[in-house]
């Protein structure tokens, strides 16, 4: 079994970043939570584009349809630490590599160098930048990194929500349908956020299936494409897992004239990165950093249920290149229009797969 796989759109296609960009009223970022998780808002982008409640994604899911979720939980990846010289250094933590090391974005008025070392507060726990990874240090910690995660560590919502995290955050930056054993992800599945019990049993009872994969979010989620030349961009790594029980169920589906459905980008990603590899779905475990951007051909996902994204980032490209750039611009448009909210703890679109793919 291959432990990687990097498929991506044809690279002879000329794509400019800044065509990728759109100005949001500050008032329209989600900073917190809806009070109740489906009481946000979809906007349905079909033949037009339809305002609907979130409680409305039944009524667009029929018997025989595959629902896809991504089951991977969020770890307490933020860190607060000084430098030994003491700066403050804030650590998001990527994924931990073994008892004693970990991948970790940091942040401080001055850039990590390597043989730095942080400090954790109000502890003896120290940690060495032993190696840079582009946008990453390796750290070595003085003490295994799950018991640090543990004592430490805080939930890592967004940096564009400019606060520190609430109790409710670590409620409800998860989806009711995380695997506590797959603790893994520095960010949420986020479109997966507006399932409560209530739907997903409705769901279920119109006899669409729901079947769960995994793809482990990293950091660079919120990355922004810095290249001028998209195809400059080099993309982060991925874990994703694939069951055996998944892939019979989606192949069954993909047979069928029924739909199949991916509750967020991520589910995406790792089902048409999957295909795209062996030319069919099937039992897997490695890692994925395919790269979806306009010209990408999609051989899986029929529809996605998704959340607003962020200008210029590889998940604004992914979801031009599944519904068509002139029907994101207008969807997006008309979403600011409209006043939805944008972003992880926002409103919601689906979107189907757009018909000339």
């Not at 759109?22 to 809806?34: G, M, R, S, V």
């Amino acid at each position: 079994m291959r432990v990687r796989v990097s498929p991506s759109a044809p690279s002879n296609i000329h794509l400019k970043i800044q065509n990728y960009n759109f100005d949001l009223p500050e008032h329209l970022i989600a900073k917190n939570p809806p009070e109740l998780r489906a009481s946000s808002r979809l906007l349905v982008v079909d033949d037009g584009l339809i305002d609907r409640n979130f409680t409305d994604i039944s009524k667009y899911l029929h018997e025989g349809d595959l629902l896809v979720i991504n089951d991977t939980r969020v770890f307490k990846a933020r860190l607060d630490a000084s430098k030994s010289t003491g700066g403050k250094v804030e650590v998001l933590l990527e994924r931990k590599v073994d008892q004693y090391h970990a991948l970790a974005m940091t942040k401080s008025n001055r850039p990590m160098k390597l043989g730095d070392e942080l400090i954790i507060p109000n502890s003896e726990i120290t940690a060495e930048v032993i190696e840079k990874r582009e946008y990453l240090c390796l750290l070595k910690f003085s003490c295994d990194v799950e018991e640090v995660i543990e004592d430490h560590g805080t939930i890592p919502i967004p940096p564009y929500m400019n606060r520190v995290p609430s109790q409710n955050d670590y409620e409800r930056y998860q989806t009711i349908y995380a695997d506590k054993e797959k603790e893994r992800s520095s960010a949420a599945p986020t479109a997966g956020l507006h399932f409560d019990e209530n739907l997903l049993e409705t769901v279920k009872d119109k006899g669409v299936e729901i079947v769960p994969i995994t793809l482990d979010i990293g950091l660079g989620t919120f990355k922004p494409i810095t290249s001028e030349k998209i195809m400059d961009h080099k993309m982060h790594s991925e874990r994703i897992y694939l069951s055996e029980e998944a892939s019979e169920k989606i192949n069954k589906t993909l047979k069928s004239q029924s739909k199949i459905i991916s509750v967020g980008t991520t589910c995406l990603r790792c089902l048409e990165s999957i295909y795209r590899e062996y030319g069919e779905i099937k039992p897997f475990k490695g890692e994925t950093d395919i790269f979806i951007y306009p010209g990408f051909e999609f051989n899986v996902v029929d529809s996605l249920i998704t959340n607003f994204h962020l200008p210029k980032t590889t998940l604004l490209l992914l979801v031009s290149a599944f519904a068509g750039e002139a029907t994101i611009r207008d969807a997006y448009q008309h979403a600011i229009d409209k006043s939805y909210r944008f972003y992880s703890y926002g409103d919601a679109m689906l979107l189907n797969r757009k018909s000339d793919n």
